[in-house]
């Protein structure tokens, strides 16, 4: 028997920017008894099923932007005689769709770090359950992942986590739902040495795949305060110490390595969080920015982000403190305007935003946006092609819709040209010639900034927006040659000489700080 753990996607470039993480914590997760399991990540090259063999055990995590494929891919497993066992987030909400849907044997929910070993060792001595329930497991029982099983020439970056779950609320998104809003908290040891593992490899830039690296907020320490909640304020109090823990000792791995995150924008408050952030070399973060206007921002329940001028002068703090930006917005809001296009591009643009992402409002499950919306359907549910639309990942991606809710005043074929027409104003030549200057005295790092920005809106914009196959098609192919030459301006020579620390031990009589805590994945771009 052997274990296949696969990543399903629609879009093969050939070269990946993000290395899947789940897909190499699941291989750690493997009990070595079974051998090494055979990974197979299709945003590098779709699966041959011929690999797969009558008795195999084939693991797929969906996340719903890429569940249609995945159920593909279990089709294809199952006629290959294989036993199908579905994770991931999408499978977490929707346990029952990988059965009815994509030939499941088997779904875990929750947490994989130690329901798949649980789920093999059943297998193999043919005591199994249809449904495992992973939970969600404290921060100390996080795995670190088998990089020896990565391809290394096929990855640009590399990603380790060091905390899941989110305290915060926002009506788009479900991670707080499905991961919790009590963050989750790994040891800064143990995320350092996967770290030094990473770099031994030739990796130097690495994604701390966090939903928000920033999970303690000034208004969070306050509000403990004023309730007089002192068992909370001292958990918030450790949570923020191992932060800067963790921060002090990347500032001590080598000089050349570069990290990018994600946070909250609370986080340009705490400058001397972001200048922590800028010694651990941390230059970069994903902020959810989503709207520009207080309407906006208040629509999708953000209303602790500020708008206008004050917006720009928050973005450009972190520039200011050394942290480089990839701003998200979102467009489609119910108070979104004409006028609102051109004022978010110029928002971004202005604040001297690095990257950013502008994507359409999509009801994701588990959201508040999808729960109320899949209450207005309730009654008459729109179809397409038979299938209710409140399930858009089932329907074919030619003639998925692109928007899903009615706007008020513009089509969504509207919506969707003047989201296309802001990410080609950002992302034109010049533009991103002249915020590739952030990267001073290095003529290669600034070739690399291009050439990451235009594959960047190639990935995202060109096939995430477009409906026509062969723009599609040429988003695609344009997107592979890119990759595979970006690549090569973020190879770096491994360090195998790098040592661990030698940590000292944590006292037994105290709390471990992981404990103490307890978290949305870098957006996949189908999502």
């Not at 493997?30 to 945003?43: A, K, Q, Y």
């Not at 009815?100 to 789920?119: C, L, M």
Request: proline share 6%; charged share 25%.
């Amino acid at each position: 028997m052997s274990v296949h753990l696969i990543n399903p996607s629609d879009n093969a470039f050939g070269t990946a920017v993000i290395t899947p993480r789940w897909l190499f914590v699941l291989a750690a997760a493997t009990p070595r008894s079974f051998g090494d399991p055979i990974l197979v990540d299709e945003s590098i090259e779709q699966l041959d099923p011929k690999t797969i063999h009558p008795g195999d055990v084939v693991g797929i995590s969906v996340h719903t932007g890429n569940a249609l494929r995945g159920y593909q891919v279990g089709k294809l497993a199952k006629e290959r005689g294989a036993t199908v066992v579905y994770g991931g987030i999408h499978a977490t909400l929707f346990p029952g769709e990988p059965f009815e849907r994509g030939y499941a044997d088997h779904v875990v929910k929750g947490d994989g770090d130690i329901a798949w070993g649980n789920v093999l060792r059943d297998i193999e001595a043919e005591s199994t359950k249809l449904v495992y329930e992973g939970g969600k497991i404290e921060g100390e029982e996080f795995l670190a992942a088998r990089w020896d099983l990565m391809q290394k020439d096929k990855y640009m970056w590399a990603s380790v986590q060091t905390i899941r779950g989110c305290p915060k609320h926002c009506s788009f998104c479900s991670v707080w739902r499905t991961d919790g809003q009590k963050p989750r908290q790994r040891s800064f040891e143990n995320v350092i040495n996967e770290i030094i593992d990473l770099r031994r490899l030739g990796f130097r830039f690495i994604a701390l795949a966090d939903d928000n690296f920033y999970p303690v907020t000034f208004t969070d320490l306050r509000l403990a305060e004023q309730q007089g909640d002192q068992a909370k304020l001292d958990s918030l109090r450790a949570t923020r110490a191992e932060r800067y823990a963790l921060m002090a000792e990347l500032a001590k791995l080598p000089k050349d390595m570069v990290f990018f995150t994600q946070i909250t924008m609370e986080s340009a408050e705490d400058t001397d969080y972001l200048d922590a952030m800028r010694k651990a070399n941390i230059k970069g973060a994903l902020v959810g920015v989503e709207a520009v206007t207080p309407e906006g921002l208040k629509a999708v329940y953000k209303d602790f982000n500020y708008s206008g001028d004050r917006l720009i002068q928050q973005l450009q703090t972190f520039r200011k403190h050394g942290v480089h930006v990839l701003g998200s917005f979102i467009f489609g809001l119910p108070t979104d305007k004409e006028s609102t296009f051109n004022a978010t591009v110029e928002v971004a643009m202005k604040a001297g935003v690095t990257f950013a992402q502008f994507v359409m409002m999509t009801p994701f499950p588990g959201t508040v946006d999808f729960g109320r919306w899949e209450k207005e359907q309730a009654a008459a549910p729109e179809l397409v092609d038979g299938t209710p639309i409140t399930r858009y990942w089932l329907i074919p991606t030619a003639i998925r819709p692109k928007m899903f809710t009615p706007h008020p005043s513009m089509s969504s074929d509207e919506i969707k040209t003047r989201t296309q027409g802001v990410w080609d104003r950002f992302y034109e030549w010049g533009p991103v010639w002249k915020r590739s200057s952030c990267i001073q005295n290095n003529l290669k790092g600034r070739i690399a900034f291009v050439l990451l920005s235009k594959l960047y809106r190639q990935m995202y914009a060109g096939t995430g927006i477009s409906t026509d196959s062969a723009r599609r098609s040429k988003a695609k192919s344009t997107a592979r040659w890119i990759a595979a030459k970006t690549r090569l301006l973020f190879v770096s020579k491994p360090m195998p000489e790098l040592a661990y620390p030698a940590w000292a031990p944590r006292a037994r009589t105290m709390p471990r700080l992981t404990q103490l805590t307890a978290l949305p994945s870098i957006i996949d771009p189908s999502s």
